[in-house]
């Protein structure tokens, strides 16, 4: 028999980027993914195009993909938590299986709130909070400084009314329904301290305008702001949402769920996007014609706010149903043609289409708000979609949330810094 040749070192094996996909169960494009987010190193294979990759690397990679598949991730190491609450299709999405913008066109947000909490449809549903929690809330308001925007005030709100619940440890559904029925409108009513007249009644809509606007409301734009509130209510596992079900996974009471997404959704690319989309409507509203404005956005090296979304190729459900209602609101048209303008301008370089940030900024910029109320008023529907994924969360394995982290630093042992 004749001997083998000695094969090469297992420690050195590389891996073309079809071997490593094909071991780890992904696309192609998804390894590169990989390398981007530090879960892989590559190295680039000489005189070509393609890259190799450590085989052991990938292996280690793809047994903590199994791993994590087995605990509730998907194939791919992306995150995927089982939910029963909304799903995304083909530009369309649906609360408990049923359509959301038909949810939404037909009822209120308390209503869709209580859909999407217990599958079960209360019409004429209002929530109301204890004089001691809001009060506790507004209080703690006033403290902050004039320039404290929205998300500030609802995080600071929300800790206050902690506070002042001494039941606020108490998970079961029932006492964590309860809390989301106090909580909302106790937010709401923080958003001006205690200073400032409130009326702490009727629709969540009606008292939210009260609080972002200083004209009088009628009835075409509370119907707005309230569908704009139930189209918002939850999006699948968004920054925010996730964050919440984190804090639900280690057990956290629903206020800290809650203060959790709140400390998500001030980002940029997040909650506060409608902000951006409400300053760049005003901009072209200023000049007159969309084109400069967007060509020193993309000079900025910025994208253009307000347009495309990632889980939509196409129309976003939210920003067609919001757009359908401002056009029957005469004073919303200027800003309307300037959101058209912009959409239009764009598209002279992108496929993207206006999104619901877009039509939310239209909105606030139409109604006397700050460019901050977007964010308010996304804040606020998103409360409803957390406190119904901290109750998902509640039911699964504690501390289920938990990915393991890659290494990338110095190989241990290291001697003792002097």
Request: net charge neutral.
């Amino acid at each position: 028999m004749r001997d083998q040749e000695p094969g090469p070192d297992p420690a050195e094996r590389r891996l073309t980027t079809q071997e490593a996909a094909e071991l780890l169960g992904v696309k192609p494009e998804t390894v590169y993914a990989y390398v981007s987010r530090g879960h892989l190193s590559s190295r680039r294979v000489p005189g070509g195009r393609g890259s190799t990759f450590d085989a052991k690397e990938v292996e280690t990679l793809a047994r903590r993909n199994r791993r994590e598949s087995a605990g509730g991730s998907g194939s791919g190491g992306e995150l995927s938590v089982r939910t029963r609450l909304t799903f995304i299709g083909a530009d369309r999405y649906y609360f408990r299986g049923v359509d959301a913008t038909e949810l939404a066109a037909r009822h209120s947000y308390e209503e869709v709130a209580e859909w999407l909490w217990t599958g079960r449809m209360r019409p004429g549903v209002t929530f109301t909070a204890p004089e001691a929690s809001v009060t506790a809330a507004r209080h703690a308001v006033g403290a902050l400084p004039e320039h404290a925007g929205p998300t500030d005030r609802l995080r600071v709100a929300a800790i206050a009314a902690a506070v002042a619940d001494p039941l606020r440890f108490d998970l079961s559904e029932e006492a964590v329904l309860g809390t989301a029925r106090v909580l909302i409108p106790t937010l709401v009513a923080a958003l001006t301290p205690v200073r400032f007249a409130y009326r702490d009644e009727g629709p969540i809509a009606h008292r939210l305008w009260q609080q972002l606007s200083g004209q009088p409301a009628d009835e075409a734009a509370l119907r707005v702001l309230d569908t704009a509130l139930a189209l918002l209510v939850d999006h699948d596992l968004a920054a925010s949402t996730l964050a919440v079900r984190v804090a639900a996974s280690a057990r956290a009471h629903a206020y800290a769920a809650v203060s959790a997404g709140l400390g998500v959704i001030e980002g940029p690319l997040h909650g506060a996007a409608s902000g951006l989309a409400h300053k760049l409507i005003l901009e072209v509203l200023d000049q007159g014609d969309a084109g400069p404005v967007i060509a020193e956005e993309l000079r900025a090296g910025r994208r253009v706010p307000g347009l495309g979304h990632r889980l939509y190729s196409g129309e976003d459900p939210r920003a067609r149903v919001l757009f359908e209602l401002l056009e029957e609101i005469p004073r919303c048209e200027p800003a309307l043609a300037a959101a058209r303008d912009i959409a239009a301008t764009a598209a002279r370089y992108t496929p993207l289409r206006a999104n619901v940030d877009l039509a939310l900024a239209v909105f606030t910029a139409s109604s006397g708000m700050p460019a901050t109320a977007g964010e308010a008023i996304f804040a606020v529907a998103r409360m409803a979609g957390w406190i119904a994924h901290a109750l998902e969360e509640y039911g699964e394995r504690p501390l289920r949330m938990r990915p393991s982290g890659h290494y990338t630093g110095p190989k241990p042992p290291q001697p003792l810094p002097e």
